[in-house]
């Protein structure tokens, strides 16, 4: 199950460094890429805006 970014996101780039697999894409929300993502949560940990959740 895969991670998502939700509307609540404020692009502020705190979860791209984070994920191993580069699985974040920018944008305004940034998506994520549900077949790269290996779920490790650790975009979520970092995000300000709580805008990150498990499908």
Do not use: F, H, N, W
Not at 24 to 37: A, M, N, V
């Amino acid at each position: 199950m895969a991670y998502k970014i939700s509307d609540k996101c404020v692009a502020c780039g705190s979860c791209l460094p984070e994920c191993p697999v580069d699985a974040i894409s920018e944008g305004t929300p940034y998506l994520i890429d549900p077949e790269k993502c290996i779920d490790c949560g650790a975009c979520a940990a970092v995000c300000p805006a709580e805008a990150i959740d498990s499908e």
